[in-house]
């Protein structure tokens, strides 16, 4: 009898259940785990008081990134909460002997950067982290997904969780991306068309030309964006290019480990027969820059479309045209020359050097427009060493732009870089809800590329006319 075929998802997902229970979730083993300083401090309190330990501590890895400030982050940090959280992190890691970087330490940064720059993220591991943007790991050919605080607890204390299996999905984009093009063009465009909840249930592997060309940085940006459309994650299959990112790094296998590794690597692709529970296609000549109108990243659109009208939406009329008065916009305008207030780049999905390097071939030899306020932020000070090594950095001040220090920055208001009530915001970040970047922020979802372009005319503008 022959072997059954089998996804990717499948062959990395079997060889991690410890148990499985019948009728109900497996018991999953965890490779790694992510822990930062908001959802981990309760996981801790909770070990204290059953008086039970990290099981095995060299597989979790603690970074600041949250709430930390992105400026003169060597004076204390003025907000209690955050304060008091930092101070958490650091102690808890100390006394389980967990690794720790915090603030002002070389390798700190933003939990989803940090972990594949250093070689912690490889393939075929399971990533866990209390973020749901954990999916960002899968871009490795890892399954990763974001978790609760109590699940945090049981991964610390026993390296296992409870999980029911999902379903797979399978989304090919096919073909050659035209010029301004870029990652976050295409997550936002199949977010688009499968809408914020057209994956929920699924694990989703990515496949087909676009994906096999794209970098390492490209691929965690899609993976990031999984989440989403519903996704509990995203992955790509490891290749070349994944091999070619991780050899040398610090955390990477060395010499004949790396070896073994590459022949096991090898065989994590989904089989020629296997198949999926749902499968989407797209072309790639269909993508064009996005950029979003609404409140939720499902609502966005081709740079130089219309906002559509709400017409053919029965009962989500009221829930549409709700979404565009906060956002004080109308049905069939065009997104273009609308005035922009504030830019953001930086997040766990575009705070990547290739994002910065993306950022700067636009505003090389420009100034920045003058009511614009920009933050650049770094996903970490490996990427801000880059910035300044390969002259971004000179680039950048040459055009009226200043470069913050690494953190979680103005993707969540949960730090000080937070956009003004009533102020719109290009950002390079993952979600447009209300309030997401501050009370009421209107937020404007788009690529490096877009939000360069705005951060130099002012309004919002097609990249492709400034290249």
């Known amino acids: 009898m022959s072997k059954q075929a089998s996804t990717l998802f499948d062959k990395v997902w079997d060889a991690h259940v410890v148990r499985q229970i019948q009728d109900g979730p497996d018991v999953f083993f965890i490779d790694r785990h992510f822990i930062h300083e908001v959802t981990s401090p309760v996981a801790f309190l909770g070990l204290k008081n059953r008086n039970v330990g990290v099981m095995y501590p060299e597989r979790t890895f603690a970074t600041a990134d949250h709430n930390t400030p992105t400026i003169n982050q060597h004076l204390p940090v003025q907000d209690p909460l955050s304060a008091n959280q930092l101070k958490a992190l650091e102690e808890n890691s100390a006394k389980h002997g967990i690794s720790h970087w915090g603030l002002g330490h070389a390798q700190n940064g933003i939990v989803h950067v940090v972990g594949p720059e250093n070689g912690i993220t490889l393939p075929g591991m399971t990533i866990v982290c209390g973020d749901s943007h954990t999916s960002t790991h899968g871009a490795f050919g890892a399954i990763a997904f974001g978790i609760g605080t109590s699940e945090v607890e049981m991964v610390l204390s026993s390296q296992c969780i409870m999980q029911p299996k999902p379903k797979k999905m399978r989304v090919n984009v096919n073909g050659i991306l035209g010029k301004g093009v870029t990652a976050k063009d295409v997550t ?78 090898k065989t994590l692709k989904t089989d020629a027969d296997a198949t999926f529970d749902k499968e989407y296609t797209f072309n790639a000549a269909d993508i064009e820059p996005m950029i979003t109108f609404g409140t939720n990243p499902g609502m966005g659109q081709g740079i130089t479309n219309q906002i559509p009208s709400g017409e053919n939406l029965g009962s989500g009329k009221a829930t549409y045209e709700k979404s565009l008065n906060y956002m004080g916009f109308h049905e069939n305008e065009s997104m273009l020359g609308k005035r922009i207030d504030y830019v953001f780049i930086g997040s766990c999905t575009n705070g990547r050097i290739e994002d910065f390097r993306a950022f700067a071939s636009i505003v090389k030899g420009r100034k920045k427009a003058e009511h614009v306020t920009a933050w650049i932020v770094p996903g970490s000070h490996v990427v801000e060493a880059q910035i300044k090594e390969e002259g971004i950095l000179d680039i950048l001040t040459e055009a009226g732009f200043s470069l913050r220090q690494p953190g979680c920055s103005a993707c969540l208001a949960m730090n000080d870089d937070k956009i003004p009530a009533g102020k719109y915001a290009v950002s390079t970040s993952n979600r447009n809800f209300e309030g997401r970047q501050g009370p009421g922020a209107r937020t404007l979802l788009a690529s490096p590329l877009v939000a360069a372009a705005a951060a130099v005319t002012g309004v919002v503008t097609d990249p492709r006319e400034l290249m």
């Open 188 to 265: 936002l465009y199949i977010i688009s068309q499968l809408t914020t909840a057209g994956a929920t249930g699924y694990f989703v592997e990515y496949a087909g030309d676009v994906f096999e060309n794209m970098s390492m940085e490209g691929r965690m940006t899609v993976c990031n964006m999984s989440i989403e459309m519903g996704a509990r994650g995203g992955m790509i299959a490891p290749d070349q290019t994944t091999f070619d990112y991780i050899e040398g790094r610090e955390y990477a296998p060395k010499g004949e480990k790396w070896d073994e590794a590459l022949a096991y690597w």
